[in-house]
């Protein structure tokens, strides 16, 4: 199947300072990246769908300011938490959709490895 | 509103066979993934089915009945590696997945 990279796979960094996730596909052209977030023991919460050169859809209770997604290339998107705070602290996960050429449909949505993050 | 309803957690013994059940309401229907997923890690997809019927893949085969908004998941020959969480997500009409909590396998020698 296809790979998406997310990097780094786990980061550490103090209070008030950003951190920054990359998702990349490697081997696809995702026009659409998502990007979740899941506590322990808990489902899969969709934070945002990014859209290659256009402004990324946010989940209602998500907020833009503090969660900054930019997806300039069709096979990069970025997740940066600004200011992040001891609460952020959570396990990150994009992931990107390959379209079906025939078809236009969504198909099999692909994940990175995921980003555990820890605010300190 | 949109729902998915899996069983929490389930055991199963080595080598045996197991079925996961999941039910799902949702606004429009374009599929139904299943997805693997282990303690730590990011979810892996395991199927897709997006028309009524059986599915197989190997050890892993899946189920859909869009009239019941039902699907299952079944393993075969259970290994100790399967044990992970199960989670159900249909895609809705804006092609977007809607996830659940998943349902815990624990697998027992």
């Known amino acids: 199947g296809a790979v998406v990279s997310q990097h780094p796979s786990r980061v550490i960094c103090k209070s008030g300072t950003s951190v920054k996730i990359e998702c990349r596909s490697l081997d696809f052209q995702a026009t659409t990246m998502f990007w979740y977030r899941q506590f322990p023991k808990k489902s899969l919460m969709l934070m945002a769908t990014?859209?290659?050169?256009?402004?990324?859809?946010?989940e209602q209770g998500v907020e833009k300011d503090k969660f900054l997604i930019n997806h300039a290339s069709l096979t990069l998107s970025t997740l940066t938490v600004t200011s992040a705070h001891p609460e952020d602290s959570s396990f990150y996960i994009c992931?990107?959709?390959?379209?079906?050429?025939?078809?236009?449909?969504?198909?099999?949505?692909?994940f990175g490895q995921g980003t555990r993050l820890t605010v300190v | 509103g949109q729902n998915i309803d899996q069983p929490t957690e389930m055991t199963a013994t080595e080598g045996a066979i197991v079925q996961i059940n999941c039910t799902y309401q949702t606004s429009g229907f374009n599929g139904l993934f299943w997805y693997q997923q282990h303690a730590g890690e990011a979810p892996t997809f395991l199927s897709y089915n997006v028309l009524d019927g059986l599915e197989e893949k190997g050890r892993f085969s899946s189920f859909l009945s869009r009239s019941k908004g039902y699907s299952y998941l079944l393993l075969k020959e259970l290994q100790m590696k399967d044990s992970a969480s199960y989670l159900c997500a249909p895609m809705d009409s804006n092609y977007q997945l809607i996830w659940g909590a998943g349902t815990k396998l624990i697998i027992k020698p």
């Open positions: 990014s859209n290659e050169g256009s402004k990324a859809t946010y």
């Open positions: 992931s990107a959709r390959d379209l079906v050429p025939q078809t236009g449909v969504n198909t099999e949505a692909f």
